[in-house]
């Protein structure tokens, strides 16, 4: 386990089998109804507990375990925060489609009130972690985290901004609204500083894996390197043309045939 390659097919793994999970739990959740969406992301509440001990237990320990269970803890915290956005059980006070023709401040203010208190949970969670990790002498979860934190932000904003495309077939019914605020186009001005910022990334992950001298630093850096290099390949799959819905589609149950139809639309949409 401390080959750096067999770090990064782990975290691989590990973001595949944990995306697809979480989009399996929330597509059985939808076609049970709403409240089967709320218990769902309640009853995984002890994967949050879980993820949250570990990443304490495991800040003071330079062992090759607590690199993996660190970055493990940290997905396992991001990984309830996004069951709690995609159930709708944690978004914003928006929850209607954006009209056409809007100024470009009030589409950014709609645009925001759609996930303004799952990003406000994110940005919490970072602080917190933070506070508790910094200057430890195990930080991969905490450096997992803000790596998921900030690519994150970044796509939300290429996605706001314009990309020439965006896969819509996983987004759930209680986030149907959300598409409304999208923008297809050729690139935006946010894409090039977005793959540049995480291409720098990984290079100075790699360097950091170069230069480490135990295992556990070493399967660290590579785990990290690894998470930072998929999350610009996501970005990447924002403009090439590649099916990488596929990677999940086989594995889901069928979506509901009719959702339900959206309330008409307020003063600016809150």
């Known amino acids: ?127 917190a972690l933070w506070v508790a990790g910094h200057g430890a002498e195990n930080t991969f979860g905490l450096w997992t985290f803000t790596t998921l934190y900030f690519a994150r932000i970044s796509a939300k904003l290429n996605l706001y901004f314009g990309v020439p495309k965006i896969n819509t077939e996983f987004i759930p019914e209680a986030l149907a609204h959300l598409t409304s605020h999208f923008r297809i186009s050729r690139l935006n001005w946010v894409f090039p500083v977005s793959v540049t910022a995480l291409t720098l990334a990984i290079a100075c992950w790699l360097e950091r894996l170069y230069a480490a001298t135990t295992p556990g630093d070493t399967a660290g850096f590579a785990l990290l390197t690894a998470i930072t290099a998929l999350a610009a390949l996501e970005h990447w799959l924002m403009v090439l043309p590649l099916p990488d819905a596929k990677l999940w589609r086989w594995m889901l149950p069928a979506p509901k045939q009719e959702p339900k139809k959206i309330r008409p639309e307020g003063p600016h949409g809150f």
């Open 1 to 127: 386990m401390g080959n750096p390659w067999i770090a990064a097919l782990f975290a691989l793994f590990v973001w595949w089998f944990s995306t697809g999970a979480i989009l399996i739990v929330v597509r059985r959740a939808e076609r049970a109804g709403h409240m089967a969406r709320r218990l769902a992301t309640w009853a995984a509440l002890p994967v949050l507990a879980l993820g949250v001990w570990v990443f304490w237990t495991t800040l003071n320990s330079d062992s090759l375990r607590a690199a993996y269970s660190a970055f493990l803890a940290a997905l396992a915290i991001w990984g309830w925060i996004e069951l709690a956005f995609l159930t709708g059980t944690i978004t914003g006070p928006n929850l209607r489609p954006c009209p056409d023709d809007l100024p470009e401040w009030e589409r950014f203010l709609r645009a925001w009130g759609t996930l303004a208190y799952h990003e406000m949970l994110l940005t919490g969670a970072l602080v």
